[in-house]
């Protein structure tokens, strides 16, 4: 199966033009799509399925940014990637410290239930969190033109597959950590769930 | 390819509709030229009746009566306990399937819903002159596996081959679209008897993608009649005393009002409610601000899914360029206050919110058939699917919003040292426990080969279809041979169980056209003969006693005829008793009005200080 950037007949770069991108998937969507295809014998339209399942995930991954440069790590590590687990992400050693106080506003909230001081206080955390989390984002997208230039100037590309995979850990973890302090706020389960979309 | 219709299977109403050959999307009429059939379908003893004739027995017949059927499709009986209290036909009590019992024979929500296609189906034929066996047929967007997977087999019962299920709001839009009514970044604020949908669309150059949906496929116009009923039973227990909340009937009579009231306060300011009960004529004025009372809290649920659709889209409300909206429920004046409050800007509402989406379902048949080659639509599945993993939490494979056709790819093995089978449990929803989310199905994996734990590495593909709807294919990547998989869904029929049915409806075969139209006479005759009794009774007195014998003449003469066969016979004599009553009926109308504008005369007097 080509991977989602020979899906769009794209070099495997993080900088994309997402004009360029959409005009190439509906290209591809009005070959593949099913609905064209009804009239087919059973294999043709069990291809066409297909096909259009991968143009689908392909653009998925490919518009957005950080799925982008999740995908470009996984395949430089020849794995396969999927959707977010809910299985919990372990921290980062360089977070770790900071979480203490997080870990310590979260525990007592739990035990002494939820004053007006605990959820300011679980609040104040969960904005310095998402600032955190932020950083993380623009410093992975910002390192996709050094990226590139890496791919074009056929360098070796570990070094910054290790930094994108640190940076990604943080953010993930930091992200459920964020969910946590949103649910122990008492805030809507379903704006919690929409949190953890890319 | 042979033709294929649209269909708007509604909690309320159904619709048919085709494209026409100069390519615009028309609704088919029945006989009668009625372009909505009433999604009711009556089980009286002499056959079943289905539309319009059975919605209007059904305040005699509550029992045998089903509506609202589609709240019922694929769900269990433990889901549906809190609806099943609402309705006055008998849910029998089950963990699997709902079954509804109708006199001596258990029926099921696809089983009720084939009957309203079937005679979809006919009026399609009738109207072309030839077999129709394929349709699009259109679900809410928030319609999870199961209810598509219903709506698939009852389409199946029908005769009808579902070409392909679409969700009402984007086959809205693509109705909207094709007459370049909408353009750009498209909300779709669909409320129709049953369910709510809200659907963000980028319409571009004949694309049109669905970016995100949200809903409820229990929120619609029934419940605000349900609100306003529950009020109006407390002001009856008020005014004359009388508890009728146990009495179907008169349930039954008040709901029918209670929605006659509603679609009447959308254009008027205040409304009289009068209905004659066996003791006593109930009257009450109810304005638009009293039905807007009772409604607000159930027009507000409306809005978290809106909101949450465009932050799935990640859109604020000022970046959509256009509202449509859809449903009949949207012609409530508080519901397009709502919206418009929401988005910051006037809704639309060119096409007519009842036959927007079956022309939608049509003008998307024409795309399966060729006939139109430059749309395309894109749609989402609405909710996110996984399985249960240890400590039974959901490991999500699919995320909600994602573009169909899409699939996913999961690995198993066993834990076990020989180990041939693997079992997996498949979820739809947001929530992190499996408990928390609707159950779909689980999957038994067999015929692994028998292996150290740990050996087996089985390939399971899961893939969402255009319908939205789940495939399930798994592979022993060791050896390459495919497992097998047997499905035991949740709350749906078994095949075994669907193909039965199937063949039920050939051996069963449906009393012919001429024995339909018997039953429907029939019924429209004693809902007749019951009311001109009721109206004897109470208002006799009102008319001379040549007038009363000539009414009770006419009532004999249609008696005599009503149990026969001769339907031109049981027709006219329908016809004359109704003219008889004419007179009656005004001058009951007159007095209860006199008597209401009276007591509120005295009202006001009592009021003054």
Redesign the interface.
């Known amino acids: 199966m080509p991977n989602y950037f020979e899906v769009f007949g794209l070099p495997r770069k993080l900088s994309l033009e997402l004009q360029e991108l959409q005009r190439r998937f509906?290209d591809l969507?009005?070959r593949h799509?099913?609905?064209?295809h009804?009239?087919a014998d059973a294999l043709a339209q069990a291809a066409s399925?297909?096909a259009?399942?991968?143009v689908?995930?392909a653009?998925?991954t490919l518009r957005d940014p950080l799925a982008r440069v999740e995908y470009v790590v996984a395949l430089e590590e020849g794995r396969?990637v999927?959707?977010?687990?809910?299985?919990k992400p372990k921290p980062p050693v360089d977070l770790l410290a900071e979480m203490l106080e997080v870990q310590e506003a979260l525990q007592e909230a739990k035990s002494e239930g939820l004053t007006a001081e605990a959820a300011e206080r679980l609040r104040t955390e969960r904005d310095r969190l998402e600032a955190r989390r932020r950083a993380e984002e623009t410093a992975v997208t910002e390192a996709a033109a050094e990226w590139d230039s890496a791919v074009d100037r056929g360098a070796d590309r570990q070094p910054l597959v290790d930094r994108f995979k640190q940076r990604l850990a943080a953010r993930a973890y930091l992200r459920t950590v964020i969910d946590d302090l949103s649910q122990a706020l008492g805030e809507?389960?379903?704006?919690h769930?929409?949190h953890r979309?890319h | 390819?042979s033709r294929i219709v649209g269909i708007d299977l509604g909690t309320t109403n159904s619709l048919v509709a085709h494209v026409d050959a100069a390519g615009i999307p028309r609704v088919i009429s029945d006989a009668e030229g009625r372009r909505l059939l009433p999604s009711v379908v009556a089980y009286t003893p002499a056959g079943i009746v289905v539309g319009e004739a059975a919605r209007r027995q059904l305040a005699r017949n509550p029992a045998r009566t089903i509506y609202s059927v589609k709240r019922f499709m694929g769900r269990g009986g433990e889901d549906v306990r809190e609806e099943a209290r609402h309705v006055p036909f008998e849910i029998v009590p089950s963990d699997e399937v709902v079954r509804i019992r109708v006199g001596d024979r258990e029926v099921t929500p696809p089983e009720v819903s084939a009957q309203i296609l079937r005679t979809l189906k006919q009026q399609a034929e009738a109207h072309f002159g030839e077999p129709v066996d394929k349709a699009v047929i259109t679900v809410p967007a928030y319609f999870n596996d199961a209810q598509r997977q219903a709506t698939k087999d009852a389409s199946r019962i029908a005769g009808l081959e579902a070409?392909?299920i679409v969700n009402e709001p984007t086959a809205a839009s693509l109705a909207y679209g094709l007459q370049k009514l909408a353009q750009g970044l498209i909300a779709v604020y669909d409320l129709g008897g049953g369910t709510f949908d809200i659907s963000i669309l980028r319409v571009k150059?004949g694309?049109f993608e669905v970016l995100a949906t949200n809903g409820n496929t229990h929120l619609g116009g029934d419940d605000f009649d349900r609100a306003v009923v529950g009020w109006l039973l407390a002001d009856i227990k008020a005014v004359h005393g009388e508890d009728l909340s146990s009495d179907p009937e008169a349930v039954q009579e008040l709901r029918l009002g209670a929605e006659a009231a509603k679609c009447r306060l959308s254009s008027e300011e205040r409304t009289t409610l009068l209905i004659p009960f066996e003791r006593f004529t109930y009257r009450r004025e109810i304005t638009r601000a009293e039905l807007e009372r009772l409604i607000a809290p159930l027009v507000d649920q409306t809005l978290?899914p809106c909101r949450?659709a465009l932050?799935?889209a990640e859109l604020t409300p000022d970046q959509v360029d256009e509202i449509v909206l859809v449903g009949g429920s949207t012609r409530v004046p508080l519901v397009r206050r709502r919206v418009e409050e929401l988005f910051g800007k006037t809704p639309h509402s060119q096409l007519n919110p009842d036959e927007v989406v079956a022309l939608g379902a049509a003008v998307?048949a024409h795309?399966?058939?060729?006939g139109i080659?430059d749309m395309?639509?894109?749609d989402v599945t609405p909710l996110s699917l996984g399985i249960e993993?240890l400590g039974g939490?959901?490991?999500?494979?699919?995320?909600r919003n994602?573009?169909?056709?899409?699939?996913?790819?999961?690995y198993f093995t066993t834990s076990v040292d020989g180990q041939t089978a693997v079992d997996m449990h498949v979820l739809q929803g947001?929530?992190?426990l499996a408990k928390d989310n609707r159950s779909l199905a689980r999957f038994d994996l067999s015929g692994i080969d028998p292996m150290p734990a740990g050996m087996p590495k089985i390939e399971v593909t899961f893939?969402i279809?255009?319908d939205g709807m789940l495939q399930v294919q798994a592979r022993e990547q060791r050896t390459g041979k495919a497992a097998s998989i047997e499905v035991k869904p949740t709350y749906g029929l078994s095949e075994a169980q669907v193909a039965q049915m199937v063949e039920d409806s050939f051996t069963h075969a449906e009393a012919d056209v001429n024995a339909r139209l018997l039953i429907e006479t029939r019924t429209e005759a004693e809902t007749v003969l019951n009311h001109v009794r009721r109206a004897l009774a109470q208002g006799g007195h009102l008319v001379s006693a040549e007038e009363r014998s000539l009414i009770t003449e006419a009532l004999d003469a249609l008696r005599g005829v009503e149990g026969g066969s001769d339907r031109d016979a049981i027709r006219e004599r329908t016809i004359e008793l109704n003219r008889a009553t004419e007179s009656l009926a005004q001058l009951m109308m007159d007095t209860a009005l006199r008597e209401a504008v009276t007591s509120r005369r005295a009202d006001d007097l009592l009021k003054r200080p």
């Not at chain 1, 809507?188 to 704006?191: F, M, Q, R, Y």
């Not at chain 2, 939490?393 to 995320?399: A, E, G, P, T, W």
């Open positions: 509906y969507s009005r799509h099913p609905d064209f009804q009239t399925l297909e259009s399942a991968l689908n995930r653009y998925r396969e999927r959707e977010e687990t809910s299985a809507d389960a379903e704006t769930v929409a979309r | 390819m070409l392909r150059d694309v978290g949450l932050k799935d998307q795309i399966l058939a060729g080659r395309l639509l894109l993993t939490i959901v490991s999500v494979l699919i995320s994602t573009t169909i056709p899409t699939m996913a790819k999961e947001e929530r992190e893939l279809d255009a």
